[in-house]
């Protein structure tokens, strides 16, 4: 085991040995992790493909040669590392344990480390990355995953999380160094005796809220708003943070729902910590602001990069998708740019981005109001280098988002920020309710005004990587040996894009505009009757994932039949395509 100090995990491999569980040891031992959409992320314990105390000490190690190899300066700029709140018993693994084992490698080849004393929302460490001027930061997360799993998440110097080639070129330099160097790696304490550790907690802190009143721009209505409001932490780091931002906006702290307030690793109060879930695990919170008459529940997930938001009206909770979400707060940040700039010739240099899953009500906003719309792959390490280069050429992006309920308003922090999305839908709540508004209506208006956008986005389970190969083999020789379907739903598909092969119809050279992504699989349709309909592989987990859309054009507002036929569409594509009974698939449970 390569010197595995950590006895918890140690006795895992013993107890599978003397167990004869072969194909378990097999599976641990005998593949590593790779890097996905989200950095490294795995169940915690014992093993090679696991997260332990060995594979983040290997990993650091080959961070750390690739990073002095590529940064003359990395003994002096150092590397910025934060954690959440999740922890495993069965292997010893804790978030600040791994964080603190990350830092004790870097320490003892003597680079600074900004080492957050406590846990911190995910935005916090590409913040500190850019403030502080370092090469890199580290998070130690696994966001919204089971609470077996945690995750080793690295941003580059620019605040982005990290991209080709540097992903694939820090693998390679962690597979040259699996030797762990020394006894100091191993040394948790040796962040609280070494000099060259610091906690960037209270000036990034402070940084960052004083940088958050950039977004609040209705400070004198905030104060005497008559909205309650409810938040949930899921358990996680929110809490505090969120609690800060309304009070940097003026707002009386949202009501916490006690039984989720304070971190748990176990997650106990619900079935899992992903606040994307919906109704199903927003029931705490929904019944406390029923109590406390509250009509509006936000929801951040574990470690705050996410928000949920439900909405309460006459005929009961609405719960708003995130592309639903993405609509009013593009609206918001548009609407807000417009009443601050006054000339026109000034659109030309904004900018909203989103994923290509996503919904494509901005593209509908730029079209009509002359600003500029871009699609990027999914993953917000896309939206984030984006808006990197975007930014070197003087251009200014005012919005992004992913359909995962990853919001990102203005451009402070190149990553999706659940704490400051919260506190914007806040301060746009409190602003829409003065004008007799709720946010449900206004996104009918916005849909009014620039056609309605439907959409449906969920996923089936599937724990065997050969059936996903197979079933997208399928797709791509459908009819016969490289044909893609013709039909879906009976409608026709007039284009097909596929990104894992890089292929694109609708192209004059059939070549896909978007990059190239071969480690994971898409496949878009375009189909006649306006519908857009995606097929993808979750970078995170064994989940198929689809994703449809009818965008339909302003004033085109018989929202049934536009349901009904999104909903032919979506059934085919599933029933169809990914054959769940056939394939033993799991459909979503909700």
């Known amino acids: 085991l390569c010197g595995e100090h950590n006895h918890w995990t140690r006795a895992q491999v013993e107890s599978l040995i003397v167990a004869g569980r072969l194909d378990d040891l097999r599976s641990r031992l005998c593949s590593r992790m790779s890097f996905g959409t989200a950095g490294l992320r795995a169940p915690m314990g014992a093993g090679f493909n696991r997260i332990n105390d060995l594979t983040i000490i290997q990993s650091t190690q080959g961070l750390f040669s690739y990073l002095s190899r590529y940064f003359p300066d990395f003994s002096s700029r150092g590397l910025v590392v934060g954690f959440d709140t999740r922890g495993h018993e069965e292997s010893g693994c804790s978030s600040q344990r791994l964080a603190k084992l990350t830092a004790a490698v870097m320490l003892s080849r003597d680079v600074p480390v900004h080492l957050f004393s406590t846990f911190v929302p995910t935005p ?182 996410r928000l949920a938001v439900a909405e309460r009206s006459d005929s009961g909770w609405k719960v708003f998708t995130g592309n639903e979400l993405a609509a009013l707060l593009g609206w918001w940040m548009f609407f807000n740019w417009k009443e601050n700039n006054s000339n026109p010739g000034d659109i030309q240099g904004v900018y909203m981005l989103a994923t290509t899953v996503s919904s494509k009500i901005l593209k509908a906003f730029a079209r009509a109001e002359g600003f500029h719309f871009e699609e990027t792959l999914p993953g917000f390490k896309w939206i984030g280098n984006r808006i990197h280069e975007l930014s070197k050429t003087g251009n200014k992006v005012i919005f992004s988002f992913e359909e995962s309920i990853g919001f990102l308003c203005g451009s402070m922090v190149p990553e999706k920020d659940g704490v400051s999305s919260a506190v914007v839908v806040a301060e746009m709540a409190s602003y829409l309710h003065n004008k007799n508004l709720s946010l449900n209506q206004q996104l009918h208006n916005i849909y009014q005004t620039y056609g309605y956008h439907i959409s449906k986005t969920s996923y089936i389970v599937c724990n065997h990587p050969p059936t996903i190969q197979r079933i997208f083999s399928r797709i791509r020789n459908f009819d016969s040996e490289g044909s893609y379907p013709k039909t879906c739903g009976g409608a026709q598909i007039i284009h097909v894009r596929d990104v894992t092969t890089g292929y694109d119809s609708s192209q004059p050279d059939l070549r896909s505009v978007l990059p190239v992504s071969r480690s994971s699989q898409m496949i878009t349709f375009t189909l006649q009757n306006g519908v857009v309909a995606t097929l993808r592989t979750s970078g995170t987990e064994p989940k198929i994932k689809y994703y449809t859309e009818f965008c339909a054009a302003p004033g085109k507002s018989d929202v049934t039949t536009l349901e009904e036929e999104l909903k032919k569409v979506t059934t085919a594509l599933l029933d169809e395509f990914l054959e769940p009974e056939k394939n033993n698939l799991i459909r979503r449970f909700v």
């Open 124 to 305: 916090y460490v590409p913040y500190a990355v850019k403030k502080l001027g370092a090469t890199a930061g580290v998070m130690i997360t696994a966001s919204h995953n089971p609470k077996e799993d945690n995750g080793y998440k690295v941003y580059w110097c620019n605040g982005a999380q990290i991209a080709s080639p540097h992903d694939k070129e820090i693998l390679r330099s962690i597979e040259e160094q699996l030797e762990p160097w020394s006894a100091s790696c191993w040394e948790e304490e040796l962040v609280e005796k070494c000099s060259l550790r610091t906690d960037p907690l209270t000036q990034i802190n402070s940084c960052y809220m004083d940088e958050l009143t950039s977004l609040c721009f209705h400070r004198d209505l905030n104060s005497s708003c008559s909205l309650k409001f409810v938040h949930s932490s899921f358990h996680g780091v929110g809490h505090v943070f969120v609690q800060q931002a309304f009070q940097t906006f003026g707002f009386t702290p949202p009501i916490p729902v006690p039984e989720q307030k304070d971190p748990d690793p176990n997650f106990p109060s619900v079935r899992c910590p992903n606040p994307e879930e919906g109704e199903s695990v927003l029931e705490l919170s929904l019944l406390l602001a029923e109590r406390e008459n509250a009509q509006i529940v936000l929801a951040t997930d574990p470690d705050a990069d």
